[in-house]
Protein backbone atom coordinates (compact mmCIF):
# COMPACT_ATOMS: atom_id res chain seq x y z
CA UNK A 1 0.00 0.00 0.00
CA UNK A 2 1.48 3.30 -1.09
CA UNK A 3 -0.02 6.57 0.48
CA UNK A 4 0.86 9.77 -1.34
CA UNK A 5 0.26 13.30 0.99
CA UNK A 6 0.47 16.74 -0.13
CA UNK A 7 -0.42 19.98 0.74
CA UNK A 8 2.29 21.12 3.13
CA UNK A 9 4.00 24.75 2.88
CA UNK A 10 5.03 28.17 4.76
CA UNK A 11 1.60 29.51 6.73
CA UNK A 12 1.71 32.90 9.04
CA UNK A 13 1.11 31.70 12.64
CA UNK A 14 -3.27 31.73 12.99
CA UNK A 15 -3.31 30.30 9.74
CA UNK A 16 -4.76 26.98 8.34
CA UNK A 17 -3.77 24.45 6.03
CA UNK A 18 -4.91 21.18 4.56
CA UNK A 19 -3.39 18.46 4.05
CA UNK A 20 -4.52 15.47 1.71
CA UNK A 21 -3.14 12.06 1.76
CA UNK A 22 -4.36 9.43 -1.40
CA UNK A 23 -3.86 5.57 -1.17
CA UNK A 24 -2.68 3.43 -3.46
CA UNK A 25 -5.32 0.79 -2.90
CA UNK A 26 -9.27 1.15 -2.24
CA UNK A 27 -9.14 -1.59 0.57
CA UNK A 28 -7.41 0.87 2.88
CA UNK A 29 -10.49 2.28 2.88
CA UNK A 30 -11.94 -0.06 5.35
CA UNK A 31 -8.78 0.84 7.99
CA UNK A 32 -8.44 3.64 10.05
CA UNK A 33 -6.12 6.51 8.78
CA UNK A 34 -5.11 9.15 10.25
CA UNK A 35 -1.29 11.48 10.88
CA UNK A 36 1.55 11.24 12.47
CA UNK A 37 4.40 14.44 12.59
CA UNK A 38 7.95 14.81 13.53
CA UNK A 39 8.46 18.36 14.75
CA UNK A 40 12.71 19.39 14.74
CA UNK A 41 14.71 17.38 17.26
CA UNK A 42 11.94 15.14 17.99
CA UNK A 43 10.60 11.45 17.72
CA UNK A 44 7.36 10.95 15.77
CA UNK A 45 3.98 11.34 17.74
CA UNK A 46 0.64 10.47 16.80
CA UNK A 47 -1.78 13.28 15.69
CA UNK A 48 -5.41 12.32 14.44
CA UNK A 49 -6.85 9.49 13.19
CA UNK A 50 -10.52 8.51 11.56
CA UNK A 51 -12.11 5.10 11.35
CA UNK A 52 -13.53 3.45 8.32
CA UNK A 53 -17.03 4.54 9.92
CA UNK A 54 -15.62 8.00 10.74
CA UNK A 55 -15.31 7.60 14.32
CA UNK A 56 -12.55 10.18 14.96
CA UNK A 57 -9.29 10.60 17.47
CA UNK A 58 -6.78 13.21 18.01
CA UNK A 59 -3.82 14.07 20.38
CA UNK A 60 -4.43 16.44 22.86
CA UNK A 61 -2.27 19.31 21.68
CA UNK A 62 -4.37 19.81 18.56
CA UNK A 63 -8.04 19.08 19.81
CA UNK A 64 -10.53 21.87 19.08
CA UNK A 65 -7.76 23.33 16.28
CA UNK A 66 -7.44 20.17 13.52
CA UNK A 67 -10.52 18.27 12.17
CA UNK A 68 -9.87 14.87 10.14
CA UNK A 69 -11.98 12.99 7.47
CA UNK A 70 -12.22 11.06 4.87
CA UNK A 71 -13.86 10.57 1.13
CA UNK A 72 -13.63 6.79 0.75
CA UNK A 73 -14.74 7.19 -2.98
CA UNK A 74 -11.66 8.93 -3.43
CA UNK A 75 -9.48 6.78 -1.24
CA UNK A 76 -8.53 10.09 0.61
CA UNK A 77 -7.81 11.46 4.03
CA UNK A 78 -7.76 14.90 5.18
CA UNK A 79 -5.99 16.88 7.91
CA UNK A 80 -7.81 20.74 8.18
CA UNK A 81 -5.22 22.30 10.35
CA UNK A 82 -6.60 25.85 12.17
CA UNK A 83 -5.14 28.21 14.31
CA UNK A 84 -1.73 26.90 13.31
CA UNK A 85 1.22 27.62 15.49
CA UNK A 86 5.07 27.78 15.48
CA UNK A 87 4.94 24.40 17.20
CA UNK A 88 3.25 22.77 14.60
CA UNK A 89 5.92 22.80 12.04
CA UNK A 90 6.57 19.23 11.50
CA UNK A 91 7.09 16.98 8.66
CA UNK A 92 3.41 15.42 8.72
CA UNK A 93 3.15 11.56 8.01
CA UNK A 94 -0.19 10.18 6.52
CA UNK A 95 -0.35 6.32 7.63
CA UNK A 96 -2.97 3.65 7.91
CA UNK A 97 -3.46 0.17 9.93
CA UNK A 98 -6.40 -2.02 10.71
CA UNK A 99 -7.90 -0.24 13.69
CA UNK A 100 -7.75 3.33 15.61
CA UNK A 101 -5.68 1.50 18.56
CA UNK A 102 -3.29 -0.19 16.07
CA UNK A 103 -2.41 3.22 14.24
CA UNK A 104 -1.90 5.09 17.49
CA UNK A 105 1.06 3.14 18.57
CA UNK A 106 2.20 1.05 15.39
CA UNK A 107 0.94 2.06 11.79
CA UNK A 108 1.05 -0.60 8.83
CA UNK A 109 1.79 1.93 6.48
CA UNK A 110 3.57 5.19 6.41
CA UNK A 111 3.57 8.07 3.10
CA UNK A 112 6.57 9.85 2.49
CA UNK A 113 5.65 12.63 4.67
CA UNK A 114 5.26 16.44 3.66
CA UNK A 115 6.53 19.62 5.69
CA UNK A 116 4.60 22.01 7.46
CA UNK A 117 6.29 25.59 8.51
CA UNK A 118 4.47 27.71 10.50
CA UNK A 119 6.50 31.43 11.02
CA UNK A 120 5.39 33.16 13.87
Known amino acids: VQLQASGGGLVHSGGSLTLSCTAS????????LGWFRQRPGNEREFVAT???????YFADFVKGRFTISRDNAKATVYLQMNSLKPEDTAVYYC???????????????WGQGTLVTVSS
Open 95 to 109: VSAPSTAVIRNTPYH
Open 25 to 32: ERRVMMYS
Open 50 to 56: INWSGGT
